[in-house]
């Protein structure tokens, strides 16, 4: 069974740092995309950063520069690296996993992937 687990979300300043880790366990494939999705009050959940298998990285045209997606394979764990971060980042972010052919790694994982499996999300409120 396929679990994923964020941490890492809290209250930060504007202009600050925060890291969001994402445990995964029961995940065996080795082609694969993940990703972080944002969801802020009232609006859908929508696509903010994705990598495949190979690390190659995709991002939200809003994060592109202020935030960094990587992954530990040793450990497990999804990561999204958030800085610069202003009050327009506030919402529940949520990390997502599920394997994709072989055949397309290497291209990246688009925003609107439809991952199979998700985590529970952790919150990030960015204060002005």
């Known amino acids: 069974q396929v679990q994923l687990a964020e941490s890492g979300g809290g209250s930060v300043q504007s202009g600050g740092s925060l890291r969001l880790s994402c445990a995964v366990s029961?995940?065996?494939?080795?082609?694969?995309?993940m990703g972080w999705f944002r969801q802020t009050p009232g609006k859908e959940r929508l696509g903010i950063a994705g990598?495949?298998?190979?690390?190659?990285?995709s991002y939200s045209h809003d994060v592109k520069g202020r935030f960094t997606i990587s992954q530990d394979n040793a450990k497990n764990t999804l990561y999204l690296q958030m800085d610069s971060l202003s009050p327009d980042d506030t919402g529940i972010y949520y990390c997502?996993?599920?394997?994709?052919?072989?055949?397309?790694?290497?291209?990246?994982?688009?925003?609107?992937?439809?991952?199979?499996?998700w985590g529970q999300g952790t919150q990030v409120t960015v204060s002005s």
């Open positions: 029961g995940f065996p494939y080795s082609s694969y995309c």
């Open positions: 990598i495949d298998s190979t690390g190659v990285a």
């Open positions: 997502a996993a599920s394997t994709r052919a072989s055949s397309l790694a290497g291209l990246g994982c688009p925003l609107t992937f439809n991952y199979k499996n």
